[in-house]
């Protein structure tokens, strides 16, 4: 029989009515890297970076800290995210720097994670806090490319970068944690203004936005 679990705790914002305006909220924007994409058996986080949005505005709180992955980061890893070995080498574990990610989420008093392609990021903290054999409580999720879907249904561009040019955000260092979260959480923000412009301007509009993006996919299998 399996054991128990531990599990790792940590408080985030008070609870919310579903008439909270969008303004009045505060998110952690955040991304991962990686040695590659088969987190599932060998692949391991070398890097998370998060920014803390609140009151439709990119706060200057940010959180970066590489990841020692216990194993070599392969060439084009490097080549991409211009992260070597040596930057990982006296990196806390990755059970520690999500740990340490935790904390930034609830000191910020964070309701809600943001992300682009969010259940890659979800996938690999979820995997590694796993692999530790630990388990967590997910905050509530919301996908970039999801409110994107809403405003520009037919736009079938995938590339963050792109996408921050079509919405007039600002761009940082690309394939590196904290400049692809800041890059996320400054074209979040524009979302969610344009969002206000169509009405919905609550959470309860946003988690409707969301329930409906999912009841979609589950129709089209």
């Known amino acids: 029989m399996f054991g128990r679990r531990k ?3 940590y408080n985030l914002g008070q609870s919310l009515q579903l008439d909270t305006k969008l303004q009045d909220m505060s998110f952690t924007v955040f991304d991962t890297e990686t040695t590659g994409f088969s987190i ?3 692949d391991r986080m070398i890097e998370i970076g998060a920014v803390h949005v609140e009151h439709l505005q990119v706060t200057d709180r940010t959180f970066q800290t590489f990841v020692n ?38 000191d910020n008093h964070s309701w809600g994670w943001v992300g682009h392609h969010l259940n890659f990021d979800r996938h690999v903290i979820t995997q590694e806090v796993q692999r530790a054999k630990y388990s967590y409580k997910e905050p509530s999720t919301f996908d970039t490319v999801d409110l994107i879907d809403y405003l ?30 800041l890059t996320t959480a400054h074209l979040f923000v524009e979302l969610l203004k344009r969002l206000e412009q169509q009405g919905i301007t609550t959470l309860s509009h ?6 409906d993006k999912i009841q979609r996919k589950i129709t089209m299998f």
């Not at 992955?69 to 040596?86: F, G, M, N, V």
């Not at 946003?206 to 329930?211: A, E, H, I, T």
């Open 69 to 106: 992955p216990a194993r070599d980061i392969p060439k084009l890893i490097t080549k991409l995210t211009s992260i070597e070995q040596q930057h990982v080498e006296n990196a806390p574990s990755a059970l520690n720097a999500i740990k340490s990610f935790f904390q930034f989420v609830e």
């Open 7 to 9: 599990r790792l705790s």
């Open 40 to 42: 599932c058996t060998d």
């Open 152 to 181: 520009i249904p037919a736009c079938n561009r995938r590339d963050l970068e792109e996408y921050a040019y079509i919405f007039g955000t600002q761009t940082f260092e690309r394939h590196r944690a904290l400049g692809d979260a």
């Open 206 to 211: 946003l988690l409707r936005l969301k329930n």
